[in-house]
């Protein structure tokens, strides 16, 4: 028996080897397992990005975010007016970092991007237990 998460849905966005025209895979009542198995496959382009959500649909707020995959992942978290944290780690003093490199993308500056999967897993594993971001890391508006 899996313990309930406070997330209600969890959105997997997918790319075609084109870039272009993505879908959206939704589940919902996800498991960690789920969670964890859409993180563990972020590329950076065809799988850029997930969302995690506290509502039954994910509409930009009440959820967080992880875009990336194994060169560098940019976490955010809305509130439930749709005001957003940036994970940051102010020891990261390079310029923009390629998180996401199809469609639109995305290019953080490194200060906002870790390249930890296990911080990663923890700080979305706290969200998803909790319903609020991890206080043992920055976040920055």
């Given at each position: 028996m899996h313990q309930p998460l406070a997330i209600k849905a969890l959105d997997i966005i997918v790319y075609?080897?084109?870039?272009?025209?993505?879908?959206?895979?939704?589940?919902?009542n996800p498991i960690?397992?789920?969670?964890?198995?859409?993180?563990?496959?972020?590329?950076?382009?065809?799988?850029?990005?997930?969302?995690?959500g506290l509502r039954e649909k994910i509409a930009g707020e009440d959820c967080m975010t992880v875009m990336g995959g194994k060169n560098g992942y940019a976490i955010s978290v809305a509130d439930d007016k749709g005001g957003w944290l940036y994970y940051c780690d102010p020891s990261h003093t390079g310029g923009e970092v390629p998180v996401w490199t199809s469609d639109q993308g995305y290019y953080p500056m490194e200060r906002h991007v870790t390249y930890n999967l296990e911080l990663v897993l923890r700080l979305v594993r706290y969200y998803a237990d909790r319903g609020e971001p991890d206080p043992s890391v920055e976040w920055e508006e």
């Amino acid at each position: 028996m899996h313990q309930p998460l406070a997330i209600k849905a969890l959105d997997i966005i997918v790319y075609p080897p084109s870039g272009w025209g993505y879908k959206t895979h939704t589940i919902h009542n996800p498991i960690w397992e789920q969670v964890e198995e859409a993180i563990r496959d972020l590329d950076h382009f065809c799988r850029p990005f997930i969302f995690v959500g506290l509502r039954e649909k994910i509409a930009g707020e009440d959820c967080m975010t992880v875009m990336g995959g194994k060169n560098g992942y940019a976490i955010s978290v809305a509130d439930d007016k749709g005001g957003w944290l940036y994970y940051c780690d102010p020891s990261h003093t390079g310029g923009e970092v390629p998180v996401w490199t199809s469609d639109q993308g995305y290019y953080p500056m490194e200060r906002h991007v870790t390249y930890n999967l296990e911080l990663v897993l923890r700080l979305v594993r706290y969200y998803a237990d909790r319903g609020e971001p991890d206080p043992s890391v920055e976040w920055e508006e």
